[in-house]
């Protein structure tokens, strides 16, 4: 089931789009009506957009009769980001660890203790 | 100069990383295929990395088992497909975490000045795959990262209501 949810957030957000209507909606909440504007595709499309970053729990609606406010949700997309860091930061530790390793290898090498650079 | 470069675009199920090294290839190489060597550095400093099995020749096994601070155990392991020193390493690599998702992992060192650019290249075999592993962190055994996501998922529910 988790994994299940993860595949939501990332499939919601592989489109640009998706992607586009996100940033969009961090400088505010918006109608479909505007969020569709700088696309060249139908209000229909948009909606389809809309309901998949709704499904993600990316944004929600609110309930007007016509046109519909969303509002974006920051937290589970900033959770994404942060995972995508972690990532990094675990690869940035190991080579800083490598590094070490390289330096003391270096140095075993050079048995006055200078380093050949 | 040494600074980290992760390309993980949207849409393309890779994952690119760019690393520069101040030792020669060789000694890069042997860093990488030696498994006296690889306890020294794989993993974050707060976890432990055990080589399980390593037989760096084209068909060789190879397992790590990485044990974090709270004692979480995450197993890697595949077989090797190229070990052509120093320039290039091939392998797949399945996380345990994730059984049934294998990559296909490539390696090359290339000489600069003395020094390696080491490009690690990751093909997954599906976007889905690719985003799993950059999710994942890395970090812990997959339960963690899962259990965390339950959590944060469940406090953006709660803060609607």
Redesign the interface.
């Known amino acids: 089931m988790p994994s299940t949810r993860l595949d939501t957030v990332f499939a919601a957000l592989a489109d640009p789009t998706r992607r586009a209507i996100l940033a969009r909606l961090a400088n505010g909440q918006a109608t479909v009506n505007q969020l569709a504007e700088p696309f060249p595709i139908s209000l229909q499309a948009i909606s389809k957009h809309l309901r998949v970053l709704e499904r993600a729990e990316l944004i929600t609606r609110g309930r007007d009769a016509q046109w519909r406010p969303c509002q974006l949700k920051a937290g589970p997309l900033k959770d994404v980001a942060d995972w995508v860091e972690d990532y990094r930061r675990f690869w940035e530790q190991t080579y800083e660890r490598l590094d070490d390793y390289l330096r003391e290898a270096q140095r075993k090498e050079q048995p006055h203790g200078q380093v050949d650079r | 100069m040494?600074k980290?470069q992760?390309v993980?675009e949207?849409?393309r199920q890779e994952i690119i990383?760019i690393?520069l090294?101040?030792?020669p290839p060789e000694?890069?190489f042997e860093?990488f295929t030696d498994p006296d060597?690889i306890p020294?550095?794989?993993?974050?400093?707060s976890s432990e990395t055990i080589v399980d099995q390593m037989d760096a020749r084209p068909g060789g096994s190879w397992r790590y088992l990485n044990r974090d601070a709270n004692g979480n155990e995450s197993g890697f392991h595949g077989v090797y497909h190229d070990v052509a020193s120093p320039e290039r390493l091939v392998y797949t690599f399945e996380w345990e975490g994730m059984p049934g998702h294998v990559l296909l992992e490539t390696v090359t060192f290339e000489e600069q000045d003395?020094k390696t650019k080491m490009t690690d290249r990751s093909v997954f075999q599906s976007?889905?795959d690719r985003?799993?592993?950059?999710?994942?962190?890395?970090?812990g055994g997959a339960g963690e990262?899962?259990?965390r996501?339950?959590e944060?998922?469940a406090?953006?529910?709660a803060?609607?209501t």
Request: glycine letters at 14%; a negative charge.
């Open positions: 040494s980290l992760v993980a949207p849409g990383i690393r090294f101040d030792a000694l890069v860093a060597a020294q550095w794989w993993g974050l400093r003395g976007l889905e985003d799993g592993m950059l999710s994942s962190g890395m970090e990262s899962m259990d996501l339950d944060l998922l406090k953006g529910r803060a609607r």
